[in-house]
Nanobody, 123 residues
Framework: VQLQASGGGLVQAGGSLRLSCAAS????????MYWFRQAPGKEREIVAG???????YHADSVKGRFTISRDNAKNTVYLQMNSLKPEDTAVYYC??????????????????WGQGTLVTVSS
């Protein structure tokens, strides 16, 4: 499985962006998909996760502002980001973990990672 993230960019505070992560391969539905982010000088943190049925988890820091979704027919997971804040500035990564259950696991336990897409929110 290869993951290709896109959709990052520069946006003003209060604005919106939608990130996409396209996955290759025919076993997309066997993976829980995640979005992580890493701000400069900080550790990578989980943002959201979604299982194949659409059951989702969102970190408290983004709850109510970000929404993860997936289109299994297109092998793509999305992250709709609204009401963006300067503290959302980070490189955003998509990841896949073979499972039916959304789990916050050590970074080494995710099977595949995308290359990252930079989101910059100006104040």
């Amino acid at each position: 499985v290869q993951l290709q993230a896109s959709g990052g960019g520069l946006v003003q505070a209060g604005g919106s962006l939608r990130l996409s992560c396209a996955a290759s391969g025919r076993t997309f539905t066997t993976y829980v998909m995640y979005w992580f982010r890493q701000a400069p000088g900080k550790e990578r943190e989980i943002v959201a996760g979604i299982n194949w049925r659409g059951g989702a988890y969102h970190a408290d820091s983004v709850k109510g502002r970000f929404t993860i979704s997936r289109d299994n027919a297109k092998n793509t997971v999305y992250l709709q980001m609204n009401s963006l804040k300067p503290e959302d500035t980070a490189v955003y990564y998509c990841a896949a973990r073979k499972s039916n259950v959304i789990t916050i696991a050590p970074m080494t336990e995710y099977d595949y990672w995308g290359q990252g897409t930079l989101v910059t929110v100006s104040s």
